[in-house]
């Protein structure tokens, strides 16, 4: 049941995420930074995700420490590079960004993108990570299924958790079922498409009936679809606005409604097509 800022879900190892968290990818000013980590802390929020290539780690620690919350009552994610992945260089990797966090350990662990021919060793370096207890949880983003198959097919763990583009226009109906079935959790990026989709007339209507702005209703739809949000912003009226999520409710017309705005459009890139 979704109650509040502070609502989880269980993985399938048992370990809790909030289904709400900030997501700092673009935030490049560390002052900004650590601000937008403390400013959602004291708001209520008890995640933060975070990457190596956003390169603002350390602003994320630093934003921890200034909270004065406990480490152990937040749950901090951030992800291997491309350029790191491979057995190896993802342990090296793993360490520098544990040093940057300024922490004994983080709660997930992810690889950023699938890089054909090297996921899987990267895999084995993650499963490493968690088997010693450095990383509470492993997961994946931006894989598609044919890629969790093959991830799966020769891997000790099985991901948490998947972190993909999901949004009205890219709803990820089929992939967000078969990770259902295999209990591998979903997390959106860009969960309001990063605004464009904000002027919707449907999402307006929905909106104005509960008194709520467009994003909240999106986000409110992804909670009911029980997808993990991690909306980003650096404004501390906003990061508490899309916290405020729990006081309504969609009904199943207007799920319906957000359902038929997908148009299988996405605005970064395809997991199956990137050069970077």
């Known amino acids: 049941m979704l109650k509040n800022l502070q609502s989880k879900k269980t993985l399938h190892n048992g370990i809790e995420i909030p289904y709400v968290g900030l997501g700092v990818f673009q935030m490049k000013d560390p002052r900004e930074t650590v601000e937008a980590v403390k400013s959602a802390i004291q708001a209520g929020y008890l995640s933060v995700d975070t990457a190596a290539v956003y390169e603002n780690e ?10 004065g919350a406990r480490r152990e009552d937040l749950f901090i994610t951030s992800k291997v590079w491309n350029s ?21 350990y983080m709660d997930l662990y992810l690889i950023h993108w699938p890089v054909e021919g090297k996921y899987k060793d990267t895999w084995k370096a993650l499963e490493r990570l968690y088997s010693e207890g450095l990383v509470k949880s492993i997961g994946v983003s931006n894989f598609h299924q044919h890629h969790l198959e093959d991830l799966m097919s ?15 226009r890219l709803n990820q109906e089929k992939l967000r079922a078969f990770c259902q079935d295999e209990h591998i959790a979903v997390e959106a990026w860009s969960p309001i498409a990063q605004g464009r989709v904000l002027d919707e007339p449907a999402l307006k209507q929905i909106a104005e009936k509960h008194g709520k702005s467009s994003a909240q209703v999106i986000l409110r739809w992804h909670l009911q679809n029980d997808v993990v949000i991690i909306p980003k912003s650096v404004h501390s009226n906003r990061i508490k606005e899309n916290g405020d999520l729990f006081n309504f409710e969609l009904s199943s017309s207007e799920m319906n409604q957000i359902n038929d705005l997908n148009q299988d459009e996405r605005f970064g890139p395809d997991p199956d097509n990137f050069d970077f």
């Open 84 to 104: 790191d992945q491979g057995y190896d260089t993802t342990l090296k990797a793993f360490e520098t960004s544990l040093k940057k966090l300024d922490m004994d």
């Open 58 to 67: 350390e602003s994320v620690g630093q934003g921890v420490r200034e909270s």
């Open 154 to 168: 020769s891997s000790n763990e099985k991901p948490v958790i998947n972190q993909i583009e999901c949004h009205p």
